[in-house]
């Protein structure tokens, strides 16, 4: 068939034309619109170029089994029009078992139920450029593309799709796509593959290899970007933000991939409002993420092989749900922004979460139920205040018990770490909460009246050995009230009735005055106090009482103050 041939059989009026069985060896040019409403052309082979030029190509041609040696180009071409039996498949065009060496979209081509690409299509080249869709997408299917992948200034209604054991063999480039969303499902693709300054709602990656990088750059994703079980044998770079134009990300996430070298996320303080990583034995590599401002971080599953990085990020909520770590998570120089911000860690075994630069006092929640925390790693942190951790339970015992467990995990991964200093704190954190935990469990009387109860609450005279100061302004008022009993024990002119009239305080007064020289030597516990009175003063039982008493008290607290002296000292 000659070209002019070809050219008479396709504008032929009717409703489903069918072109069976060619070979045009001449090259084809087509500037007249198509009248059949849906053309199929069936094992033809075209040698020459084939252009489709500023046409309207009605309800649409279907290739099938077709071969185009040179190339095939659509040029300022339209479709519009729609037959519910032609279109089914969704396409205005439609290449089903047909190889082209170049597919070549240019100009402004409006093919308003889009473009598909199946059944073991092989496409050397393909460059499409100003292609807008209201109605479709663009979709291949078990098909290969070898040598050139160029897509650019796209505008789709529906997705992007390349699935079903597709072949991407060459670079693959994408740039300024308005479309449904991006999915790439069970597919490979054997070079880098770059998307940047599109806008979707979502891209999905599902069950793919990337043999070589994979770019994202300065993409607008208003949904969410999921990448699940897929293989990426070296680095997968996503930036969202540059100082111009900006790109967001609205969620994140990240399951069952192997990373070969890294995964790199940098936000540059762009919001991210939900990042979720379910970590698994498949999940393999570094993730890394860079300047990301994260509204809700959740981290779970089991990490096995993964290194999980967040380096000056910030966060409202980060969460740690029901999470065991066997490889490594690190927090490093991370804040928080906006209101209500907390840290949940739940069910969860943190392994050897290293924590570094950070201000953990930031968050105004802590909340810390039935998790190991014993191995954690910690450099240049600051601690939450106490009041901020939060059990989550309803009954006060149980939320003392779980506090006391919190402090005390904390202060045996600072002392793994030779961190003395701080592990004090948290043991006397501890220690307290034992005491509200003993004290919480009797009533009355009985909260002092126990060996153990006593000790606890005795022990809080110096913060349970974090300060010296505090037994010491104790120790002088008790030594003072003892001193007054003492004179007025061995005072010929005072009584231990009451009296409060002008001249009993007077004389009360000149009487503590007269005998000061005792007082001195009370805080004293070896001295004697029938050595400090003059000859003959006869001493009282009650007065022999109240001194032993007094030394009894002085010698308990001076042993609290050096033990608060020696804290920092094994």
């Known amino acids: 068939m ?19 069985g060619k070979t045009i060896s001449e090259r084809v040019h087509l500037s007249t619109n198509i009248q059949a409403r849906g053309v199929i052309i069936k094992d033809c082979t075209f040698e020459g170029v084939v252009t489709f030029n500023n046409m309207d190509i009605n309800c649409g041609i279907v290739f099938e089994h077709c071969t185009f040696k040179e190339s095939l180009t659509f040029n300022s071409c339209k479709a519009e029009n729609y037959d519910n039996t032609f279109n089914a498949n969704n396409s205005h065009l439609r290449f089903s078992e047909t190889t082209i060496n170049l597919l070549h979209f240019n100009g402004d081509n409006k093919i308003k139920r889009g473009v598909n690409i199946d059944k073991k299509s092989e496409i050397n080249k393909i460059f499409i450029k100003d292609l807008n869709s209201v109605f479709g997408g663009f979709s291949i299917s078990e098909s290969i593309i070898n040598e050139h992948f160029d897509f650019f200034n796209v505008n789709l209604k529906d997705d992007l799709r390349i699935q079903n054991n597709s072949k991407i063999n060459c670079k693959f480039r994408v740039d300024n796509l308005n479309a449904g969303a991006i999915a790439f499902s069970n597919s490979d693709f054997s070079k880098d593959v770059h998307v940047s300054s599109s806008e979707i709602p979502m891209f999905n990656i599902n069950n793919s ?46 399951k069952a991939n192997n990373f070969g070298e890294h995964f790199i996320l940098d936000g540059g303080k762009s919001l991210i409002n939900q ?27 089991e990490n096995y092989n993964s290194s999980i990085v967040f380096k000056n990020c910030d966060f409202n909520k ?58 954690v790693s910690i450099a240049n942190v600051v601690w ?17 018990e779980q506090k006391r467990e919190v402090f005390r995990q904390i202060k045996t991964a600072l002392e793994n770490q030779g961190d003395r200093i701080t ?28 060996n153990d109860r006593f000790i606890l609450f005795a022990g809080q005279s110096n913060n349970f050995g974090q300060s010296w100061l505090k037994p010491v302004l104790i120790t002088i008022p008790i030594i003072i009230v003892f001193y007054i009993f003492i004179v007025i024990g061995i ?10 009239t002008e001249d009993s305080i007077e004389t009360t007064l000149n009487e503590m005055i007269s005998h000061s020289y ?16 003059p000859e003959n003063t006869k001493l009282s039982f009650v007065v022999s009482l109240f001194d032993y008493l007094s030394k009894i008290v002085l010698a308990f607290f001076i042993f609290q103050i050096v033990s608060a002296f020696r804290k920092f000292m094994k």
Not at 13 to 18: A, Q, T, V
Request: proline content about 3%; charged content about 20%.
């Open 518 to 533: 005792i007082l001195p030597k009370m805080f004293n516990p070896t001295s004697n106090l029938a050595d400090t009175l």
């Open 275 to 301: 990042l979720t990583i379910e970590s698994s034995k498949k999940m393999v590599g570094a993730l890394h993420f860079k300047s990301c401002n994260i509204q809700d971080a959740i981290l779970k599953g």
């Open 2 to 20: 000659t070209a002019n041939e070809f050219v008479s059989e396709i504008i032929k009026p009717g409703s489903e034309l069918l072109i069976e």
């Open 491 to 500: 005072s010929e002119q005072l009584s231990f009735c009451p009296n409060f």
């Open 209 to 254: 290899n990337f043999t070589d990088d994979l770019y994202l750059e300065r993409n607008k994703i208003n949904s969410d970007l999921t990448l699940i079980d897929n293989i990426f044998s070296k680095s997968i770079f996503i930036q969202i933000k540059e100082p111009k134009p900006v790109g967001f990300i609205n969620e994140i996430f990240i």
């Open 318 to 375: 980060l969460l740690f749900d029901s999470l065991t770590n066997y490889a490594n998570i690190s927090l490093t120089t991370i804040k928080t922004f906006g209101n209500n911000s907390q840290l949940e860690i739940l069910d969860s075994n943190l392994g050897k979460l290293q924590i570094f630069n950070t201000d953990l006092n930031s968050f105004e929640k802590i909340i810390i139920i039935s998790s190991v925390l014993i191995e």
């Open 384 to 400: 939450f205040n106490p009041d901020k951790l939060k059990s989550g339970t309803d009954t006060k015992l149980s939320s003392i």
């Open 423 to 450: 592990a004090l704190k948290f043991k006397a954190l501890e220690m307290k909460a034992f005491k509200d935990q003993s004290f919480n469990k009797v009533a009355g009387c009985r909260k002092i009246f126990s």
